[in-house]
């Protein structure tokens, strides 16, 4: 059962949600996506508000469960939050650049990628922590971006690419 401020009186089935879609409203246009176990917490609502994340609960909803895109939306800005805190401390300047959304990616290419550039992490993290620690990682490898460039025009214009010369050197040997 709920309030009248949306949020959970404790009397709603603790079973979770059955064919139920997100309680959100994204950017003002309710969330398609079925509902996750994840409630839509005061915690929750604290976050999105100190992060000026474009969510809120709709109204007509009859129950305050989330879908798993925006839980690890919103755990991807609470975590966005602390690192950049500590990057106050630090000293470091947070450029402009345009952010790749590492979250979009399966599982198994950000294990591939912790796993190839030997990232170190807890054990046990979830997508959202782990795609965060990548990003991290991905933030610190240097560019030289007119040597990178030079080669990818080169690369598309041989129609190869680095995988292929590889190929090509095992099964010459």
């Given at each position: 059962?709920?309030?009248?401020?949306?949020?959970?009186?404790?009397?709603?089935?603790?079973?979770?949600?059955?064919?139920?879609?997100?309680?959100?409203?994204?950017?003002?246009?309710?969330?398609?996506?079925?509902?996750?176990?994840?409630?839509?917490?005061?915690?929750?609502?604290?976050?999105?508000?100190?992060?000026?994340?474009?969510?809120?609960?709709?109204?007509?909803?009859?129950?305050?469960?989330?879908?798993?895109?925006?839980?690890?939306?919103?755990?991807?800005?609470?975590?966005?939050?602390?690192?950049?805190?500590?990057?106050?401390?630090?000293?470091?300047?947070?450029?402009?650049?345009?952010?790749?959304?590492?979250?979009?990616?399966?599982?198994?290419?950000?294990r591939r990628y912790k796993r190839f550039y030997k990232v170190s992490t807890r054990p046990g993290i979830n997508k959202a922590q782990l795609s965060e620690t990548?990003?991290?990682?991905?933030?610190?490898?240097?560019?030289?971006?007119?040597?990178?460039?030079?080669?990818?025009?080169?690369?598309?214009?041989?129609?190869?690419?680095?995988?292929?010369q590889k190929n090509n050197a095992n099964a010459e040997a």
């Amino acid at each position: 059962m709920m309030n009248n401020n949306g949020f959970s009186t404790g009397e709603e089935d603790s079973r979770g949600p059955v064919d139920q879609i997100c309680c959100l409203l994204d950017d003002g246009e309710r969330c398609r996506k079925q509902a996750g176990n994840a409630s839509y917490s005061k915690r929750i609502q604290k976050t999105v508000t100190q992060r000026r994340l474009k969510l809120s609960i709709d109204s007509h909803a009859r129950h305050i469960y989330i879908c798993d895109f925006h839980k690890a939306r919103i755990q991807c800005a609470r975590t966005k939050r602390r690192r950049r805190d500590s990057e106050d401390d630090s000293n470091e300047t947070d450029t402009d650049l345009p952010e790749v959304d590492l979250y979009q990616l399966q599982v198994n290419t950000l294990r591939r990628y912790k796993r190839f550039y030997k990232v170190s992490t807890r054990p046990g993290i979830n997508k959202a922590q782990l795609s965060e620690t990548i990003m991290k990682h991905f933030k610190t490898i240097p560019i030289k971006e007119k040597e990178i460039l030079t080669y990818f025009i080169y690369m598309v214009k041989s129609n190869s690419n680095k995988l292929d010369q590889k190929n090509n050197a095992n099964a010459e040997a």
